[in-house]
């Protein structure tokens, strides 16, 4: 009778053990994949981390360089005679002085071996095409240097300077490297002198655009690009606010608030350069404004930004506890009462950082000012929203394309200059909503 009974119930636990089984099975299994999934996803940001960092290593290896810049120490013989003749010191006539002829007499006095035309022009070769510029200016802020002899610290050419950083190897046969074998002697023995150093090349801060590397600068393009912004924060800002005021708090929900609602994320999602086409028919085109302007890329940049503000005040207007709303009203607040005083100052800090993200995706747009004339060669630093100019970006472009050397260093620490300034917004932004925002 026991035998039967115990049968019975071995039979009975089959079932289960076989289900347990299944159970087991399927959980190895989940727990497998799980697995495979967390080891994917470690491997996806590893993989993006690395990539990152060689892009950073890669940037930062090609332009910390830039950020240096080789001096020549030259004697200088200001002669009269060849600056101001009639000892007027007209402001005009010190302007017009030959000053490439002072240096090209004081190399070929350090060098007085140097006699036959390639020689010479190869000798000259050793300072900057700009160098005269800095012999002016020395006598524009102090004319009585006329007639003396001073030692002056000139840039050196852009091939020299490659030279002096190591970016050139000199071991390489002449026929292979743009510095000759004369021109290193000629600095070997400037070297030996103590006359070639390196110095912080506070030019690429300082000065505008030029057709020569040693002289390029960042100025420009950063003015520019700060014009934009102004225009474009002074635009976007309350149109965007506005805008995002009616359609969360007073537009009435019909089908044409919600295809306003659907075009405004579309239009986050549009290509940029299509703003760009827009804005050259129909701000340059139709209203004539002034081609590669600070105040026609403003306006272009407002047009691509606004659906991003638009989106990031909404979304901060939700945010707002009902009950704020409710309060306001219960105690005998207009609706605009409201609006005002209660739920945007509670709304601004999320509204701030949609804009400063927005204000930082057009300081990083090349695109749509391509397109509307920003990429013209612009020496003068603009001093307003009409004044010709090109912004960071597109100053990067044009110098990617320059088939110089030295130009590669300067791309790579314009991007670095960039990266910067987009840190720094994206920073401030999450300092804001941090600082700002609050926990309902």
Do not use: C
């Not at 290896?61 to 007209?90: C, H, M, V, W």
């Not at 970016?167 to 000759?180: F, G, N, Q, T």
């Not at 600095?187 to 300082?206: G, I, Y």
Request: proline residues 5%; hydrophobic residues 50%.
């Amino acid at each position: 009778m026991s035998r039967h009974t115990d049968a019975q119930a071995g039979k009975a636990l089959e079932p289960r053990k076989r289900t347990l089984d299944i159970v087991h099975a399927g959980l190895k299994r989940r727990q497998a994949r799980e697995k495979r999934f967390r080891f994917y996803g470690m491997l996806a940001i590893f993989s993006g981390v690395t990539f990152l960092t060689l892009l950073f290593v890669s940037i930062v290896s090609n332009g910390y360089s830039a950020f240096a810049q080789t001096y020549i120490k030259l004697d200088i013989d200001f002669d009269a005679a060849e600056i101001d003749p009639e000892g007027t010191r007209d402001p005009q006539t010190l302007r017009r002085a030959n000053y490439g002829g002072l240096l090209k007499q004081s190399l070929r006095a350090s060098f007085p071996e140097v006699d036959d035309r390639r020689s010479k022009r190869a000798l000259y070769r050793l300072v900057s095409n700009g160098a005269d510029l800095t012999l002016r200016q020395m006598v524009l802020d102090d004319p009585d240097i006329i007639g003396t002899q001073r030692s002056v610290w000139v840039p050196a050419d852009d091939e020299i300077d490659m030279f002096v950083k190591g970016h050139i190897d000199r071991d390489l046969p002449e026929a292979d490297r743009r510095v000759k074998d004369n021109q290193i002697a000629w600095l070997d023995q400037l070297r030996d002198a103590d006359r070639v150093e390196k110095r912080f090349n506070t030019t690429f801060f300082t000065a505008g655009d030029s057709r020569d590397p040693e002289m390029a600068g960042i100025r420009g393009a950063v003015m520019g690009s700060l014009l934009t912004l102004i225009v474009t924060l002074l635009l976007s800002f309350p149109i965007g606010v506005a805008a995002a005021v009616y359609l969360e708090e007073f537009a009435p929900r019909n089908r044409w608030t919600d295809l306003i609602e659907v075009n405004i994320n579309n239009l986050a999602a549009v290509p940029s350069i299509v703003f760009g086409l827009l804005g050259l028919a129909v701000f340059i085109n139709f209203f004539g404004l002034p081609r590669s302007a600070p105040l026609v890329g403003g306006l272009v940049l407002t047009l691509m930004t606004l659906p991003t503000i638009i989106i990031a005040s909404r979304a901060a207007l939700k945010s707002v506890p009902p009950s704020i709303r409710e309060a306001a009203l219960g105690i005998g607040a207009s609706p605009m009462q409201t609006i005002f005083y209660h739920v945007l100052p509670l709304a601004m800090p999320g509204m701030l950082t949609g804009t400063i993200i927005g204000m930082a995706q057009a300081l990083g747009e090349s695109a749509p000012l391509l397109m509307i004339g920003m990429v013209a060669f612009i020496v003068d630093v603009p001093t307003g929203v009409f004044d010709p100019a090109t912004v960071l970006p597109v100053q990067i472009f044009l110098w990617a394309d320059s088939p110089e050397r030295a130009f590669v260093e300067r791309t790579s620490a314009a991007i670095m200059v960039l990266l910067g300034f987009l840190v720094l917004m994206n920073a401030l932004a999450v300092v804001l909503r941090r600082r700002f925002e609050r926990r309902w």
